[in-house]
């Protein structure tokens, strides 16, 4: 079996992994990596899952299993629980990572110091095809390449040909 540094396991749970071929007409793509450590990781993602279902601005076509994954930059914490959704968005990068925001508001996160502990990180990966940067965005994100809770993800997605 390969082992990746800092990868521990991936798991299955309700919606991650998921997949469908429906799509709308929206004219946005984007990739938005999932992250969260604080406990009940698993149900915040199945919730914030559901939520995202509801939003009609946006349409999950796809999501990965979870990567559970040692933490990164401040060690002395918990591990993460990673996973990347592919999306069909009405919504530029800009109002679509204001909507990321205000879901990382509402399950709580706090950014008390750079990579603290956090309920929900959401990040805007990669939109569409561009590439935007800017201080509020940066498309692709920054670190994305070298990120083992994008790349797994990712290349599970890319591997089942749900991209």
């Known amino acids: 079996m390969l082992k990746i540094e800092g990868a521990r396991t991936v798991k299955k749970i309700k919606f991650f992994p998921f997949f469908t071929n429906l799509r709308n007409n929206a004219k946005y793509f984007a990739i938005v990596g999932i992250g969260a450590n604080i406990a009940c990781e698993k149900k915040r993602f199945k919730s914030l899952f559901r939520t995202l279902m509801n939003d009609k601005r946006i349409k999950v076509l796809s999501t990965s299993s979870l990567l559970i994954n040692k933490a990164f930059g401040y060690e002395f914490q918990r591990d993460f629980y990673n996973a990347v959704m592919f999306i069909q968005t009405i919504l530029h990068a800009r109002e679509l990572l204001k909507v990321l925001f205000f879901?990382?508001?509402?399950?709580?996160?706090?950014r008390s110091f750079k990579n603290a502990p956090r309920t929900l990180d959401l990040d805007l990966l990669y939109f569409s095809k561009n590439i935007k940067q800017d201080e509020k965005l940066c498309v692709p994100h920054k670190g994305v390449n070298e990120r083992i809770s994008v790349i797994l993800p990712l290349g599970e997605l890319v591997q089942k040909g749900r991209l």
């Open 103 to 110: 879901y990382e508001f509402k399950f709580k996160r706090k």
